[in-house]
C-alpha cells in the first residue's frame, strides 16, 4: 500500500443526515485494509491518500459550523457533527494524520463534533480527552463474517471490550452495525452477536442510555463485485446475491445494488425484533 501526501483541493461539505448531520472534506480518501464490501474501494482500490493542508479543512469546517446558510439538523441536541472518516478509517490511519490538532479542534469548538467508524481498535487515541466531543461508531456484523469479509480489522470481541475504555476516557460511544448481511442463518448469526454485546454490556456495566446504535444494510456495486471476483476476494458470495437484491441509484447518483425494497422492510423488521428481543436497551437512531 502507497500513502500518498496531497494537498486537499475539494473542500466540499456535504450533508449526511444519517450518521452524522455533514460528511467533512476527506483528511484521508482510500483505506489500509481490504474489505471486500468496501465502497471506499469502488472509487480507490489501491493507495492511501493524506492532506497535507489539515488547518485549511478545518478552516472550512468552521466556517461552515458559523456561516454556511444551508439546514443544520442537529443529531446531538448541541452541536453541528461532522463525519470526518467518511473516505477513510479514521482510528487506523491516525498515525498517519495530526490527529490531536484535529480532536482538539472538536473538543474546543463551541459548535462542532466530530465523528467516524471504525473497524480498528487505536489504543493511543484513549490518550485523548475529547471532552465528548469526538464520537467514535465500532462497526460490528457477526464474527463468522468478519473473518471473511474484514481480514486484519480488530476482532469483534475486541472492539465491545474497549467501549467502556472509550467511554472512560471522554468519547461518546456508538455501535454501527454495518453493513447487515442477509444469507443463510443470517438471524442466527446477529442472535450470536446480540449475545455477546449483552454480555460485555452487564459485564462491563456500560452506560446504556449512552451506547446508541445506528443500523445499515448492505449495498453493493457490480465494479466492486467483478474487482472482488477478479482479485479473488473472498465472501462474494455473502454480497452478490441478485436473486434478493435489486439495483439503486445512491443519493449522489451511483448505481448500487441493494435488497429489494420489499424484501428489505421484511429483513428490517426481523432484524430489529430479534436486536430489541436482546438488547432493548440499546435505541437504534436509525435504520436503512
Known amino acids: 500500500m ?3 501526501k496531497v494537498t486537499r483541493k475539494s473542500m466540499i461539505i456535504r ?3 444519517r450518521s452524522t448531520d455533514f460528511l467533512s472534506p476527506s483528511f484521508g480518501f482510500g483505506c489500509l485494509y481490504s474489505c471486500s464490501y468496501c465502497y471506499c474501494k469502488r472509487h480507490k482500490p489501491e493507495r492511501l491518500s493524506v492532506a497535507t493542508n489539515t488547518m485549511d479543512i478545518l478552516t472550512e469546517i468552521n466556517s461552515h459550523a458559523y456561516f454556511s446558510t444551508v439546514e443544520k439538523p442537529n443529531q446531538t441536541g448541541e452541536y453541528v457533527t461532522y463525519d470526518i472518516g467518511v473516505n477513510e478509517d479514521f482510528a487506523l490511519h491516525a498515525k498517519y494524520h495530526d ?10 469548538h463551541p459548535l462542532a463534533m466530530g465523528s467516524f467508524a471504525t473497524k480498528y481498535v487505536n489504543y493511543d487515541l484513549l490518550n485523548f480527552n475529547p471532552e465528548g466531543k469526538i464520537r467514535i461508531r465500532f462497526s460490528l456484523m457477526p464474527g463468522k463474517w468478519r473473518e471473511i469479509l474484514e481480514p486484519n480489522t480488530s476482532l469483534i470481541d475486541e472492539r465491545l ?7 472512560d476516557s471522554g468519547y461518546e460511544v456508538h455501535l454501527n ?5 442477509v444469507h443463510d442463518d443470517w438471524l442466527i448469526e446477529y442472535e450470536f452477536l446480540f449475545d455477546l454485546i449483552s454480555k460485555h454490556c452487564y459485564r462491563y456495566n456500560w452506560p446504556q442510555d ?3 446504535a445506528e443500523v445499515i444494510f448492505l449495498t453493493h456495486n457490480e465494479d466492486k463485485h467483478l474487482y472482488n471476483l477478479q482479485h479473488k476476494l473472498p465472501g462474494e458470495e455473502l454480497l452478490w446475491v441478485p436473486k434478493i437484491q435489486e439495483t439503486k441509484t445512491s443519493q449522489y447518483g451511483g ?5 429489494e425494497h420489499n424484501r428489505k422492510a421484511d429483513y428490517i423488521k426481523q432484524w430489529m425484533e ?3 428481543k436482546i438488547n432493548p436497551w440499546n435505541q437504534v437512531r436509525y435504520v436503512f
Open 210 to 212: 449512552s451506547v446508541k
Open 161 to 167: 471490550r474497549v467501549v467502556p475504555d472509550f467511554l
Open 255 to 259: 448505481e448500487n445494488i441493494r435488497y
Open 15 to 17: 450533508p449526511s443526515g
Open 99 to 108: 490527529w490531536k490538532t484535529i480532536f482538539s479542534f472538536f473538543r474546543d
Open 274 to 276: 430479534l436486536h430489541d
Open 2 to 4: 502507497v500513502i500518498e
Open 177 to 181: 452495525f454495518s453493513p447487515v448481511i
